[in-house]
């Protein structure tokens, strides 16, 4: 039986949280980002394919690898973040449907279906990149996710060789709430949702 | 200062949650769904673009509309759900950003060029229907997503005559637990992340 969690839960995931640009200087453990992944990857997605790739791009070396791929204003923030994440996706996802969905033969759902893998890979990828964000805040940390870069750069840079691409970066610290600015309208419900 | 929730929030939130195709025969007030969706709106999209739409369908008659159009492994669960939300994502999103991101012309960013168009919505609309997940388990409630149906199809008898398309569809109540299956397996921090 599962109830509504405390408010005080529902405001450090949703109500209080935001996207954060400023940082404040410490350092975010390894096994803090080992366990964002650990509750990240229990989402679920279609036929649990799983599709979502994450590098944490946190040693001044593999920053400086990224600098040149981001978005003017995304570019110093992002260098004093903690830690930025690459979302990425893969395109060869169901080649590990016979391991993350052992029951039934999933993996010809997909074979030598190209849009069918493009969309599945991006919907689903998004989906656990979201998960991400809310493990994140979960686990006491903010974030800063961002779509300002050139994802091709980044794809030749940190997925060669491979058939991932990136999706969206989020960076991931602990957030100066100082330097906030205050959050931007939203929409009414009955401007983007009905019960009929 | 946020901190790490208790463990039985992370459990609801994502250890011991699960996708449920058998539910309790329990009604979902429409209060709720407004309290899901209040939630999940304040989850970050790029430049505020909130592009998802939800439609919460409940009643005997809108269930009747959807039932020709979902796969046949997932209709009768589907009819026997208290609630299916049809998550779409809004190709017209741009449209609102004179309201969303009143501080700049965000709207320019968008205008004529379709693809990228195209690509903001899939993804930021991903991004909020996987929010909306997390809000009806944060609210006590379970969730059966699901990809299976014809898209074209809920599109003509959802959202006929706007530019929203439909993404994927998700299940709301209280769940059966005695109906689940075992989790599929994950893969290892190794397999999907890496620090760098």
């Not at 509504?4 to 410490?26: G, I, S």
């Not at 978005?71 to 110093?76: A, L, T, V």
């Not at 996802?93 to 039934?104: A, D, I, M």
């Not at 309208?185 to 009929?196: H, K, L, T, Y």
Request: aromatic share 10%; proline share 5%; net charge negative.
């Amino acid at each position: 039986m599962t109830v509504k969690l405390p408010d005080a839960c529902l405001d450090q995931l949703f109500r209080e949280a935001r996207t954060h640009n400023a940082w404040r200087d410490e350092a975010v453990a390894d096994e803090l980002l080992h366990a964002i992944v650990d509750l990240a990857m229990l989402g679920p997605t279609s036929a649990n394919c799983s599709p979502a790739r994450f590098i944490f791009v946190k040693s001044h070396e593999a920053k400086e690898r990224l600098k040149p791929h981001l978005s003017e204003g995304n570019r110093d923030k992002t260098m004093k973040a903690p830690v930025c994440t690459i979302i990425g996706y893969d395109f060869d996802f169901y080649q590990h449907l016979p391991k993350l969905f052992p029951h039934t033969d999933a993996k010809s759902w997909f074979e030598g279906k190209e849009e069918k893998i493009a969309e599945t890979a991006f919907r689903n990828g998004t989906l656990q990149g979201a998960y991400l964000i809310m493990a994140t805040r979960a686990l006491g940390l903010d974030c800063g996710p961002m779509s300002g870069f050139d994802n091709a750069g980044v794809d030749r840079e940190f997925f060669a060789g491979t058939n991932v691409k990136s999706n969206f970066l989020c960076s991931l610290g602990h957030g100066d709430r100082a330097a906030l600015f205050p959050r931007s309208p939203r929409f009414s419900f009955d401007e983007m949702a009905r019960i009929v």
